[in-house]
């Protein structure tokens, strides 16, 4: 299946600040979403992209789908406690199946 | 508007037994879809419906996994037998057209 790289893996920071994670393909997708998990839980959806190079915001989130097609970035802003949990990314390959690629997640720690 | 509906929420069974987990999907939804969790593989797609009928079910692991969509509102995944390495979240979707996908809580299944 389709390889999708999320780095960092993992991201300790501090209550208030800024947080960028990314998501990277060796192929073109034609649909990027952004997933949340917290424990005991499963994935709510956050954000979903549809063009090359849109940006899209949820609140303190923002999103964008990369130019090239292969990437797409996640920043929070102004993070608080209960941004804690796991993040990921999924992609849409243009094959016109309607099964979704998953990457391996951020985890993301905020010290209040 | 009630999410996707996963029973049972935590099943613990001795290896050999049947395991058969359930879901209802979000009303007006046309795509189901099945997925693994584990901490070694992460998100991995089993098999997914569209209008009750299965479409991709590559990723079964084996004949001991079968997936049923009897009529819109419901879907069962059955293992059988079912050994340790099968423990692992198990994940139920549903989406309407697009890519968006909604995920239920799941149900963590522990073999033993």
């Known amino acids: 299946g389709q390889q999708l790289n999320q780095s960092p893996q993992s991201m300790f920071i501090q209550e208030g600040e800024d947080v960028s994670m990314n998501c990277t393909s060796s192929?073109?997708?034609?649909?990027w979403l952004w997933y949340k998990q917290d424990p005991g839980e499963g994935p709510v959806l956050l954000i979903a992209?549809?063009?090359?190079?849109e940006l899209t915001s949820n609140g303190r989130l923002t999103a964008q789908f990369g130019i090239t097609r292969k990437d797409s970035f996640l920043n929070i802003s102004a993070s608080i406690p209960s941004d804690v949990g796991i993040y990921f990314c999924?992609?849409?390959?243009?094959?016109?199946?309607?099964?979704?690629?998953f990457g391996t997640g951020t985890r993301l720690t905020v010290i209040p | 508007d009630a999410g996707v509906i996963q029973s049972p929420r935590h099943e613990v069974t001795e290896m050999g037994q049947e395991v058969t987990l359930r879901c209802k999907p979000i009303?007006?939804?046309?795509?189901l879809f099945w997925y693994r969790q584990t901490m070694m593989r992460g998100l991995e797609l089993l098999i997914y419906f569209n209008n009750n009928v299965p479409i991709d079910d590559s990723g079964m692991p084996e004949d001991r996994f079968s997936a049923k969509m009897p009529n819109a509102s419901f879907s069962t995944l059955k293992i059988q037998p079912s050994e340790p390495r099968d423990s692992a979240v198990y994940f139920c979707?549903?989406?309407?057209?697009?890519?968006?996908?909604?995920f239920g809580p799941g149900t963590r299944l522990t073999v033993t």
């Open positions: 009303s007006g939804h046309d795509y």
């Open positions: 192929s073109i997708f034609n649909t």
């Open positions: 999924a992609g849409q390959t243009p094959t016109g199946a309607n099964n979704l690629f």
């Open positions: 992209l549809y063009k090359a190079g």
């Open positions: 979707a549903s989406s309407f057209f697009t890519y968006e996908q909604y």
